[in-house]
């Protein structure tokens, strides 16, 4: 599925049977990420900025899981089971994930032309985790939504500059304002470009709170300081 020009948006699925993964649902207990976080960002931070450091592990799930399951679907309209219970991930050696795999064959996926029931599994995944980690990291889920939002776009601008591959249903997870139950999305207006000094600014809706740790230091497309789009 991910020949040629597509070939990067799988980069980080786990396809070597021996490489050692984690389940998900083993990944998210409190004491997984107490271990995670403590050998990524040391004890200090784990004490002080908690919230902070569960947005950057948000940062890399949505990095390894929204490539792969967005290109398969709108390139192929194919996908993999995205329970909890049917995903792992790989662990870089300093603790944040690097990788994941798919517990189950390829199948065909819906190609509805409406966003939310195409991508539904995902967004249903993507709601468990974010409700999760907010619980866990006491971070507001809008923060981590914007944190899915961001990948997701990037993703899609991605795509679309490397192949003729459809990318409007995908978009569509980012235009609406409303689902279809009437409830508001979360990922609407995750990413907007806005004209700053002449030139094209790209900017997130909701800041990642990394501008809270100095080390850190705030992210490229930090909305603080710039007018952001009425909801």
């Known amino acids: 599925m991910f020949d040629g020009a597509l070939a990067g948006f799988a980069r980080t699925v786990v396809v070597d049977q021996m490489r050692p993964v984690s389940p998900l649902t083993e990944l998210l207990r409190d004491d997984a990420l107490d ?3 403590l050998t990524v960002y040391g004890p200090e931070l784990v004490k002080d ?8 592990w948000m940062k890399y799930y949505a ?3 929204i490539p792969p399951v967005m290109v398969a679907s709108l390139a192929h309209g194919a996908g993999w089971p995205l329970g909890l219970d049917r995903l792992s991930f790989a662990l870089h050696e300093r603790g944040y994930l690097d990788g994941v795999q798919f517990h189950g064959d390829v199948m065909d996926v819906s190609v509805s032309d409406n966003p939310f029931e195409r991508f539904a599994p995902l967004l249903e995944n993507l709601q468990q985790v974010i409700e999760r980690l907010s619980d866990y990291g006491d971070v507001p889920a809008t923060v981590l939504w914007g944190n ?3 990948y997701l776009e990037t993703c ?6 490397a192949s003729d591959v459809s990318v409007v249903a995908g978009y569509g997870l980012l235009r609406e304002r409303l689902r279809p139950d009437g409830q508001r999305n979360p990922l609407f207006n995750a990413v907007s470009y806005i004209e700053q000094d002449g030139q094209t600014v790209r900017q997130r ?3 990642c709170l990394s501008r809270r740790v100095e080390w850190v230091g705030r992210c490229e497309h930090c909305p603080l300081g710039v007018a952001v789009s009425p909801e």
Not at 49 to 56: A, F, G, K, M, R
Not at 156 to 161: E, F, G, I, P, T
């Open 35 to 37: 271990r995670l976080l």
């Open 49 to 56: 900025q908690l919230p902070v450091l569960v947005s950057q």
């Open 63 to 65: 990095m390894q899981l």
């Open 148 to 150: 899915a939002g961001d």
């Open 156 to 161: 899609l601008r991605q795509l679309s500059a």
């Open 205 to 207: 809706r909701t800041c």
